[in-house]
């Protein structure tokens, strides 16, 4: 079995983010990490591999420094780290992005990709999808449970207060939520030979079946309005209470007036 598992740095936000003028985010500047959801989905590939004997490979486009991620995916455990990095690829939307994972995708053999479900700088849900549209497979989001029954997979799809069953022919997509599962650490071990492993980086050239018109900036339908690092709030309304009592009454005054009680 062949499990591709797609990843992304993204900003660390308890350091703050920051953005570039035309709005785009300026992860050069920023601390990073890899996208939770995105870890729980290698977490679930490496589970398979340590049952099926599984090959996993991580495949991330970002900046250089995004070979920090498959480094880490390689201490995890992980066999091969891709990383996708090209001038022509930045600012990418979720449909440019998605675009060039696919394009990279099919250079190589697959029986399962897995995503995370959505990444906590954009929070679209969207990318994991695309890919799978590009790439003529069927897809299942949400999972919160992953099995595999020959040659389908059965996934636990998380939906409201409850969960579908739902099985698919491989090859096929799923995304991952955070709480599919607890992510293992790195070991001393994996460290040491990832420091050492060979990142494979491909660039717009490698990318097979892809226009340029769809790919980065230019190719981008997402245009961004305004971009803000916090979100301004007003003042509200200051009141004085003379008494505790009042003070109850002014509360449950505006509870009551808002439908709460």
């Not at 900003?11 to 920051?18: F, Q």
């Not at 590939?45 to 900046?63: C, N, S, W």
């Not at 340029?212 to 997402?222: C, E, M, R, V």
Request: hydrophobic letters at 40%; proline letters at 5%; a negative charge.
């Amino acid at each position: 079995m062949k499990v591709i598992v797609c990843v992304k740095q993204v900003p660390d936000t308890k350091g703050g983010v920051k953005f570039n003028p035309d709005g785009t985010l300026d992860r050069a500047a920023m601390l990073a990490i890899m996208n939770p959801d995105d870890k729980a989905g290698l977490e679930a590939a490496l589970r398979l591999k340590d049952q099926y004997g599984a090959e996993v490979t991580v495949l991330t486009m970002g900046l250089p420094k995004a070979a920090d991620v498959l480094r880490e995916a390689l201490a995890m455990g992980a066999d091969k780290g891709i990383l996708v990095t090209d001038r022509v690829l930045g600012g990418a939307d979720t449909w440019a992005t998605s675009t060039t994972i696919a394009g990279a995708i099919r250079n190589l053999e697959y029986d399962l990709i897995i995503t995370g479900r959505q990444a906590i700088d954009g929070d679209t849900a969207q990318v994991g999808p695309q890919i799978a549209e590009h790439l003529n497979i069927p897809v299942i989001s949400y999972a919160q449970e992953i099995k595999i029954e020959g040659d389908k997979v059965v996934v636990q799809r998380q939906y409201d207060d409850r969960y579908h069953i739902l099985e698919a022919q491989m090859p096929c997509l799923i995304t991952a939520l955070s709480e599919l599962n607890d992510p293992r650490y790195m070991t001393p071990g994996g460290i040491f030979d990832a420091c050492a492993a060979e990142i494979t980086t491909w660039g717009r050239a490698d990318l097979k079946d892809v226009e340029d018109s769809n790919l980065g900036l230019a190719g981008s339908p997402t245009k961004i309005a305004k971009a803000s690092d916090k979100v301004r709030k007003g003042a509200g309304e200051k009141v004085t209470p003379e008494s505790p009592e009042d003070a109850v009454a002014y509360i449950v005054g505006k509870l009551t007036e808002k439908h709460i009680v």
